[in-house]
């Protein structure tokens, strides 16, 4: 057995030198700052209570269109609004709605891409040409002619993005199985009698998930943007309910005189988009296989 | 043979491709005792693998089983369902692979690994598999089991890589273990602990084997009984001892032949002049003709089952004339006595 101890030493010293996710993450400068600039984020929109003693709804007619005071922090809009507690108010909203519209395709696109890819054969025929009817037609014209038929309001979003937004991740996640099931491991747990479902959920999936995961953070931000057009375009969420989108339409009227009723909402989709694309870069980095 | 643990008889795997129906594996037949060994030996591309594979009803597609029967436990695989060889596989039949690094999960711990088919096939709860996971990660020698358990396989080196797939196949106590190639992955010094340790396994388990592989000296090693595969097909059978003292198929003399030999100065190898024929359009007749030194005109036409040569005992041979090999062993012997 001393060779067999000899090769215990040369992989416990090759173990030190493993730099595994835990180890990692916080080498990674640009993980580490999206992480800081979202949780910001998020933590201020959380916070909205605590940060300003106003209601995003309550009007004050009396009050319209001021500048920044020591009252209203940000001023006040059209309906004398504090535009700061709509800032924050609308932050929930708007970050509850993108990552719930980002885990509903996610989790279907999964399935299916696993389905088409596994399976192969008349599913994989039978999705793709799903994906490339889906693909085939732009973005945000699908978008909005979905959120139009089933009418404004989050739950439309959600539904509309999952039917639109499924295609990508079924196209990450089937190309990656794809090549994995090649792979031997696979054949070895098919010759060890497992079955579909746990050969997928237990062998393939924590294999090729990690594309997928990174687009998610991309993704997240396309539907904040997404989500936000629609509010500037009237079908998003639904007045009172404060959003970044409404408030940024809201503004447009008053760019001249006002302009940062509708920049600083814009500007506050900006910082959660970077924050959110450096995630992104970030994990994919951490995730790329050694 | 009744008494067979796995019965293959006259298996033919195909695999239709653009440029014409790959003949993979075209009529092999060979029988594995309880208890033993069989090398399965052959060149590259000779349907080895194939064969193991069709076994277990995992050809690759669109490859497919054509005819023939794969009996094991008096029940035919071939034609069973996928149901069925769900549950023959990894709990009758374990399978250890050639290349350890690509057979194991990248992303799942070693005792996770050995531990899921006892929790797949024989109903243990988590924590019962896990201790017959350190069991067995024991009994295949991975010394601090504890510590390696939580592992994951690219920490590990090859032999204990391999060691892990061992204990694997050997999860469920299996009735047979297949497998591919199992050290040519490995240096030879792993190689011999490996082979050392699967031998002190199969007589503690009472497992039998099916040891596929180009390595003669593997199989000279390690196996009871041996069968020559050629172009797809099993052309000789017997006991190790017999086979490679006495080969009596031309092409198996050959390889023998070619086995580099240290107790003789010589200044080139024998080789076996040609290539293995392309199993799209096989040659005609002995598939071993265009290439064989004792080839004469009866051989290119016809059919060349396995001849059984003398009383029982499993010798066989497909060459019509292997009178023509006992007179070159006679003449000059193969393997020096030791």
Known sequence: MTIAVAEGITESLATDHRGGFRRRWYRTPSFVLGILIVGTVIGLSLAAPLLTSHSPTDQDLNHVLQGPTSKHLLGTDQLGRDEFARLLYGGRVDLRVAFLAVLFPFCLGTILGCIAGYYGRFFDTIIMRLVDMVVAIPFYVLIIALVFVLGAGARSIYIAITLVGWVSYARIIRGEILVAKRQEYILAAQAAGFRDLRIIARHLLPNVITQAIVFAMSDIVLDILAIVTLGYLGLGIQPPTPDWGGMISDGQAFLTTKWELSTIPGVAVIITALGLSLIGDGLADLLRPE | ?338
């Open chain 2, 1 to 338: 043979m009744t008494d067979a643990i796995l019965d293959v008889r006259d298996l033919r795997v195909e695999i239709p491709l653009s440029r014409g129906t790959v003949h993979a594996v075209d009529g092999a037949s060979f029988t594995v005792r309880p208890g033993e060994a069989l090398g399965l030996v052959g060149e590259s591309g000779s349907g080895k693998s194939m064969t193991l594979r069709a076994i277990l009803g995992l050809l690759p597609s669109p490859g497919r089983v054509v005819s023939g029967e794969v009996e094991f436990e008096g029940q035919d695989l071939a034609s069973a369902s996928q149901r069925r060889l769900r549950d023959v596989r990894g709990a009758r039949i374990g399978m250890i692979f050639q290349e350890p690094m690509t057979a194991l999960n990248p992303v799942m711990r070693v005792i996770d690994q050995i531990a899921e088919a006892p929790m797949a096939h024989l109903g243990q709860s988590r924590s019962q598999a896990r201790s017959t996971a350190l069991d067995l990660m024991r009994k295949v020698g991975i010394p601090d089991p504890h510590r390696r358990a939580q592992a994951y396989p690219h920490e590990l080196s090859g032999g204990m890589r391999q060691r892990v797939m061992i204990a694997i196949a050997l999860s469920c106590e299996p009735k047979l273990i297949l497998c591919d190639e199992p050290t040519t992955a490995l240096d030879v010094t792993i190689q011999d602990q490996i082979l050392k340790l699967l031998g002190a396994l199969r007589r503690d388990f009472g497992v039998s084997v099916v040891f596929v592989t180009h390595d003669l000296a593997v199989v000279a090693q390690t196996c009871e009984r041996v069968a020559v595969m050629y172009a797809g097909q099993v052309i000789e059978t017997g006991t190790v001892d017999e086979v490679f003292h006495a080969p009596r198929h031309p092409y198996t003399l050959g390889l023998l032949r070619s086995v580099p030999r240290f107790d003789l100065k010589r200044q080139t190898l024998d080789s076996i002049p040609g290539q293995p024929p392309d199993l799209v359009m096989p040659p005609a007749g002995c598939r071993f003709h265009p290439r064989c030194r004792f080839a004469q005109d009866d051989c290119v036409s016809g059919d060349f089952p396995l001849r059984p040569l003398g009383a029982g005992g499993g010798r066989a041979t497909a060459c019509i004339h292997d009178d023509a090999c006992v007179t070159d062993v006679r003449a000059n012997p193969v393997i020096a006595d030791a």
